[in-house]
């Protein structure tokens, strides 16, 4: 999941990075520090809206200040991907919308890297 939103997101904000791979342990999956941009993804059969407010607000927490915006991107099953945002940074409405709608550029699948086969 993180890789198809982070390939789907460069698009949009080519600066856009996995955390795990800068050597260090975040709360988020995708920074971008540029737009001051945090994103975290999640992939389940299913969601309560209770679990999903409680992961945004992990994810606000964890934030490096309150200058950054926090999207929490979901898809359940085989629905479109989600996101989740706040109306305005502080003390904004939470509410949804589908990841087109909100990136306005598609939600695609990354292109897997194919690796050789090791000879026994």
Known sequence: MEYDTLESLQKVYPDMYLTSKQGFVQQYDLADDKNQIIVECKRHAAFS???LVKLFEKLEKSAPDNNYTCYLIFKANQQPAIVMQRS???NGTLYVEGFEDCF???????TPIKR???QK
Do not use: D, S
């Not at 306005?104 to 990354?110: A, D, M, R, V």
């Open 49 to 51: 809206w209770n679990k």
């Open 88 to 90: 305005n940074p502080i």
């Open 104 to 110: 306005n550029t598609p939600f695609i699948k990354h």
């Open 116 to 118: 050789k086969k090791v």
